[in-house]
């Protein structure tokens, strides 16, 4: 059942700490585009760090690329984009309103009484029509169809106008890898629920190209890959399901489709998606291009061209689904304390520092920490208001461990570190503590 409460929550606590604004927010906003503040940039980075690291740094098989967000405009004909990237549209004659026609049931008839479109007997709705979500824009001086190109809808067509120039400019044989991390842009008619739908959004995506034949066992193989990363991530079990595509659903160019799915407040719903897109794409360019996009299999002297893989995955998608698993509030001492339970790798700031007071030369001791700390990872230093409310400041910024300089490190060097979770405090040798917070933060 959606949570609205929680959600509403969530993304107060965003704008006050500094996760995410409303874009444009001085001028009355700008629709479903979000901008990330300073702890928000943070955590998307980690997100996105991790996911190239598990990728293109650990693995030999995978390399990765920075493609252009704009692109020859036949590259999205040959996708199949500018015939078929398009959702069904009706407009109400009576109200100006644009509505998706599959959508009805969740839309609101901006007349009053607030209505489903359609439901006032004022409406007047036309036959559905197909809207493509592709963003237009010109290249040069001149707006005429000529110079017309689109803001990319998804990353992946980057890759496979790239896979021959990785392939020669590696020393990769299929099967191996393409990933890639970058913004895409769909004009969504019902975008919503903060970061989960936009019209500006990255993707972090990966095509894997294999020998046809072996592109099920591949799939298979990605399948329990992602879910393991998704679990890595300290996200919970419970939240996560797989969705299988049926065959209505299924994407143009897809044979096979699987969705890892979240159980956000507003229910569940897809964050990753897992795609067997046979040669689709690489055929489909190697028709309008005109080039040949086979692969030699020196081994058994044939050419053929590869099935994809591939893993597509919203890196502000999975920011909220972060968000959202960490949201906890509690009762601790009477008082309701709210805490972004983050895995320590991914929190915006790994490290509190905080003088218990601001005299007897705890302050000095305490910078020192603190610079000691940042030349290591992302630290904070707070010397305003009561341990218990920098605490809590911390709390709602999820940051794992916070450490109070005291009386006591004067005598033997040592400093409180208090845990963000279990709220234990331990004794640690300032000496040790750079090293201490690395093997935590360790993913
Ligand atoms: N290349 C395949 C592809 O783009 P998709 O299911 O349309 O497939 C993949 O998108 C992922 O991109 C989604 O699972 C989601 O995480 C993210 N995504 C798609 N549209 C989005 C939007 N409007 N806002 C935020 N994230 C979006």
Excluded at 162 to 181: D, E, H, T
Excluded at 308 to 333: F, I, K, N, P, W
Aim: hydrophobic content about 35%.
């Amino acid at each position: 059942m959606a949570d609205n409460d929680r959600m509403e929550k969530l993304v107060s606590l965003c704008k006050r700490r500094g996760f995410v604004f409303q874009s444009s927010e001085l001028y009355g906003g700008l629709g479903s585009v979000w901008d990330y503040g300073p702890l928000g940039v943070e955590l998307k980075r980690n997100v996105k760090d991790r996911w190239w690291r598990s990728m293109v740094h650990v693995r030999d098989d995978i390399e990765g690329i920075d493609a252009g967000i704009l692109m020859h405009p036949k590259v999205w004909e040959a996708s199949g984009h500018v015939a078929g990237f398009a959702d069904p549209m009706v407009d109400c004659k009576t109200c100006k309103a644009r509505f998706r026609a599959d959508k009805l049931a969740d839309a609101q008839c901006p007349q009053k009484p607030s209505k489903h479109p359609g439901d006032h007997t004022a409406c007047e709705l036309t036959e559905p029509r197909q809207f493509n979500l592709m963003f237009r824009t010109f290249m040069g001086p001149v707006e005429e169809t000529a110079a017309l190109v689109y803001l990319r809808p998804e990353t992946a067509q980057g890759i496979y106008v790239n896979y021959l120039n990785v392939l020669q400019g590696s020393r990769q044989k299929v099967p191996f890898g393409i990933a890639q991390i970058g913004k895409a842009f769909r004009n969504e008619i019902t975008p919503g629920n903060f970061i989960f739908r936009t019209r500006e959004f990255e993707q972090m995506e990966m095509q894997f190209f294999v020998k046809p034949g072996t592109d099920e066992e591949w799939f298979e193989r990605w399948r329990a890959l992602r879910w393991q990363w998704c679990l890595d991530l300290g996200l919970r079990a419970e939240k996560l399901r797989w969705h299988q595509h049926l065959h209505g659903e299924l994407a143009h160019y897809a044979k096979a489709a699987y969705d890892i799915e979240y159980e956000f407040p507003f229910g569940w719903n897809e964050f990753e998606g897992i795609h067997n897109r046979t040669d689709f794409d690489l055929s489909r360019h190697q028709q309008y291009s005109g080039r040949k996009l086979e692969y030699f299999d020196q081994e058994r002297n044939e050419r053929w061209l590869p099935y994809v893989v591939e893993t597509s995955m919203g890196a502000d998608r999975c920011a909220l689904v972060v968000l959202c698993d960490a949201y906890h509030e509690e009762q601790v001492e009477g008082e309701t304390r709210v805490v972004l339970r983050f895995h320590p790798s991914l929190a915006p700031i790994k490290a509190a520092v905080l003088p218990l007071v601001k005299k007897d030369g705890l302050p000095e001791i305490a910078e020192r920490i603190y610079h000691d700390l940042k030349g290591r990872y992302t630290a904070f230093y707070d010397d305003g208001g009561s341990v218990g409310r920098r605490y809590r400041r911390q709390d709602e910024a999820g940051t794992p461990f916070c450490i109070t300089v005291d009386g006591q490190t004067k005598e033997d060097g040592t400093v409180t570190v208090r845990h963000r979770d279990s709220l234990q405090q331990d004794r640690v040798d300032a000496a040790r503590l750079v090293a201490w917070i690395a093997e935590r933060v360790a993913a």
